[in-house]
């Protein structure tokens, strides 16, 4: 699966990015869907789960998918990038399952 680039130096592959969920908010459809998988892909190789609450403020799509608050605040804009209009919160959740198992190639 190809990776695609995007102008903050950052990666992810290009189908992960075709396949998220369509969002049209603040927080989703106008943030670096790029940066927001790698985000994610940090935290799931860091962290290997989710936590919630004030301290941490992870929140949930539409879609289902949770994501810290304050990192897709921080998130770049980037309003014509290949996933424009895309979920960011969905792309910080793909990317966390993915840099989990990444760490664990066991797991699955």
């Known amino acids: 699966m190809p990776d695609v ?3 903050h130096g ?3 592959p290009l189908e992960v990015l075709e396949n998220l969920a369509e969002s049209q908010t603040k927080s ?3 943030k670096c869907l790029i940066c927001a998988y790698q985000c994610g892909y940090a935290w799931g190789v860091e962290h290997k789960f989710m ?3 004030d301290v941490w403020d992870f929140k949930m799509c539409k879609h289902g998918s949770r994501a810290n608050s304050k990192t897709l605040l921080e998130l770049p804009d980037d309003q014509a990038g290949i996933g ?3 979920c960011a919160t969905c792309a910080y959740n793909r990317g966390f399952e993915d840099g989990k198992a990444f760490s664990n190639p066991t797991a699955h």
């Open 5 to 7: 680039s995007c102008e």
């Open 51 to 53: 936590l919630t609450g």
């Open 84 to 86: 424009n209009q895309k």
């Open 28 to 30: 989703g459809g106008q």
């Open 10 to 12: 950052k990666t992810a």
